[in-house]
């Protein structure tokens, strides 16, 4: 389990504390309805792709020697 966002709300301020938790962001939202897990999702679901899907640069055919020495 994860904390997706620090709300504005008070009650946040004593989840966290019994949590014992940082959020993962903090964009001031104050739109309740679980907006910033929405977001959060997102986010997350975007960062694993990359993480999990993205070429390196052997697999791209990508040489790390351009920078002058040959």
């Given at each position: ?22 959020a993962l962001f903090d964009f001031g ?6 907006t910033g897990a929405v977001i959060c ?17 052997k697999n791209a055919g990508v040489s ?7």
């Open positions: 389990m994860f904390m997706s966002h620090r709300s504005q709300e008070p009650a946040h301020e004593g989840l966290f504390g019994q949590v014992k938790q940082g939202l104050r739109l309740g309805e679980g999702m997102s986010l997350l679901e975007a960062a694993a792709k990359i993480y999990s899907e993205m070429a390196t640069f790390h020697k351009g920078n002058g020495e040959g």
